[in-house]
Nanobody, 117 residues
Framework: EVQLMESGGGLVQPGGSLRLSCAAS????????INWVRQAPGKGLEWISG????????YYAESVKGRFTISRDNTKNTVWLQMNSLKSEDTALYFC??????????WGKGTLVTVST
């Protein structure tokens, strides 16, 4: 069974940092690109970052470029999202997803990030 499990969310002050983790199981992790997608309260889904299967390609939305860093370790079946200089507008439910041709076929349940004083 394919599973993606996010962790690492929480409450952080503006300007702070968090590191999200996505632990994968049930498939050949090193064969798949992985994305991070978020949903802010009352808003739609926003793709924010992606990493290719071997980790050589990393991509970011303009809204997070320069502040967030994606990485992966295929020996640990894990992808991370290091989030620095957090802003209130980064408050959202963060999902990791498995990318396939044409879209994203599996999603985790999400981890909540709240940026607030």
């Amino acid at each position: 069974e394919v599973q993606l499990m996010e962790s690492g969310g929480g409450l952080v002050q503006p300007g702070g940092s968090l590191r999200l983790s996505c632990a994968a199981s049930g498939f050949t992790f090193s064969s798949y690109h992985i994305n991070w997608v978020r949903q802010a309260p009352g808003k739609g889904l926003e793709w924010i970052s992606g990493i290719t299967n071997a980790g050589g390609g990393k991509y970011y939305a303009e809204s997070v470029k320069g502040r967030f860093t994606i990485s992966r370790d295929n020996t640990k079946n894990t992808v991370w999202l290091q989030m620095n200089s957090l802003k209130s507008e980064d408050t959202a439910l963060y999902f990791c997803t498995r990318r396939v041709d044409g879209g994203m076929d599996y999603w985790g349940k999400g981890t909540l990030v709240t940026v607030s004083t």
